[in-house]
């Protein structure tokens, strides 16, 4: 399951875009050494076509498993594997359904290009919309966690986080970085101003936070969160008002 953490600065959201490829020990099986790989983005030392499975094979077993998706799905811009990269953003979709917004439509403005004009305008419909879980029957090739049936859609398989999921977290961080994994970014962020609103935000708590707002770009309620700061009395640091101007033009 992908991991989000706070590293050399990065908030957890800013890691699964911000980490550096790294020397791989080639001679190892590719299963290890994808295990131990920190990039998201695969080097060339990597068989695309190989990684490209594995990954395939990994995402069947682990749904859920969003650093997997996103690796399988930069991966598949290779030209020897466009032909599966819409097959491979499916299964991002139909895995997270309607949680994990901004990863969803980031993965697709960063494939886009690579996409027909059908299939992206059709995902980004699916992403207008909110809920997929109604979304229009389609099969792309590729894909692993739809049937390929001429039929109604239905997952190969439905998992999803329990509603009433264990709360016995060490702290508020780890809570945010479980539902980061989940896709759960507005349940995260809602964590965060809770803390902030109830005057226990840190820097930690507020750039995360910050970089939530940067990546869903949801203007109106950044507008409302620095209102409701100000009416708990909480003068919003100059971080907050500079945001505040970026927004503007979102």
């Not at 969160?225 to 500079?242: C, D, H, P, T």
Request: hydrophobic share 40%; aromatic share 8%.
């Amino acid at each position: 399951m992908i991991v989000f953490h706070r590293a050399c600065g990065h908030t957890m959201l800013e890691t699964l875009f911000s980490e550096k490829n790294t020397n791989a020990n080639i001679q190892r099986p590719l299963p290890f050494q994808l295990d131990e790989e920190p990039a998201i983005q695969l080097a060339d030392q990597y068989n695309h076509v190989h990684s490209w499975r594995f990954l395939s094979h990994h995402v069947r077993r682990y749904p859920l498993d969003v650093r997997a998706h996103t690796r399988r799905i930069l991966l598949a811009i290779q030209p020897e594997l466009q032909q599966w990269l819409a097959g491979s953003l499916l299964d991002l979709f139909l895995a997270l359904k309607g949680a994990g917004h901004p990863l969803r439509q980031r993965l697709l403005d960063n494939v886009a290009t690579e996409l027909p004009l059908a299939s992206r305008q059709r995902f980004q419909q699916w992403l207008d919309e909110e809920d997929t879980s109604d979304m229009p029957y389609v099969h792309y090739a590729g894909s692993v966690l739809s049937t390929g049936e001429n039929q109604a859609a239905h997952n190969l398989v439905s998992l999803e986080r329990a509603t009433h999921a264990p709360t016995n977290y060490a702290s508020v961080m780890d809570e945010v970085q479980a539902n980061l994994e989940y896709g759960q970014v507005d349940l995260a962020a809602s964590l965060l101003e809770t803390e902030m609103l109830n005057g226990r935000g840190d820097a930690q708590i507020e750039n995360e936070l910050l970089t939530i707002y940067r990546s869903t770009r949801h203007a109106d309620k950044l507008t409302n969160f620095i209102a409701a700061l100000n009416a708990q009395g909480i003068q919003a640091s100059e971080q907050w008002r500079q945001l505040a101007q970026e927004a503007k033009h979102w």
